[in-house]
């Protein structure tokens, strides 16, 4: 067997640890073979190992202090690179054995839009086409690519977190940000609609106190610990003149909105603007050409964190936009997931709907 699966080497009397999730997701089991389901777990989550029961491992998930069964098959000694399960995918000739290689680099790395594509052709191999519509259903299931959510209550279909699933979080002290992984929680409940039935509602939180402002998954190699940048934690679109200041490392960068008033309350020509002092020019995140009276409309747009996500020296972006009273998408934007050319790219968002 490659040396990639778990070594031979742990036994029932030395337990070593600790261990990797090797599979794009997998379900953790009080039990080995049939028990009852009492986690999902992700790729390359970390795992200490408890024992070693034949084929099985009882093992503990750390972040949610959840134990169970796994089998040793589906575990590695190290954490599984993209480039590795790439590899595996083009040496793979059984066309199943395939695909499940590819989910895997596509969960590690979801910005391969060739990987998909072969994804896709081998399903088509295989008998199993998806249609578009069912892509985003197909994606959100197999853990593949990345995803974001806030926290709070939210309708059936507006969040793709599972209970007892390890998520990243950004936790904020005033302006200050930090990274940790956080162990999701939630907890369903219903509302009566308009038509009289109930609708299903999903409370987003996570173990303990401390709560963050936004969860992610699908990040390569996310790093805990302080973010430099800023979180701005305003829900009013930046005001003409205000700047906000930020560093990463030793280069500064800034925030701020531009336009020309018109008359007392109306703008024309809005822009928010991110830029550098040093080989970072100006990007528009958000421009609005057209005359309007913002204190008589809701807000376009709101920039609630600017700062190094991804840990490339470079700025990333959480904007909150709401085109629309009754819907807004959250969306997060990484240098890392840029374009060729382009300082920023879309890595995940959230759609929500209101009443």
Sequence with gaps: MATFFLSALLCASAAQGPVYVAADRLRLRDAPKTGTQRATLGINTPLDVVKAHGDWLEVEEPVC??????????????????AEAERRADAARDPQVRLTWLERALALDGRRQDLFKQLLEVRTQLGKPLALTELREYLAERRLGPALTGLGIFREGDTPVEDGEVWWGLFVDGEAASLAPACAQVKVSHEEGEDGEQVPLRKISVKGR????????????????????????????????????????AARFWLGATGECKAAGVITDYRVTLAGKVDYPPVTLFERPDTFEPTRMPPNITVEFVGDLDRDGRPDVLLNESPEAIAWTEELRLSSWAPDGKPLGRFASQMISGD
């Design 65 to 82: 202090g959840v134990r169970g069964f796994l089998p040793k098959a589906l575990l590695a000694d190290t954490p599984l690179t993209a």
């Design 210 to 249: 401390r709560q963050p402002v936004f969860l992610f998954r699908g990040l390569v190699a996310p790093q805990a610990g302080p973010v430099p940048g800023r979180w701005i934690n305003t829900r009013e679109e930046p005001r003409l003149g205000l700047i906000y200041h930020f560093e990463i490392g």
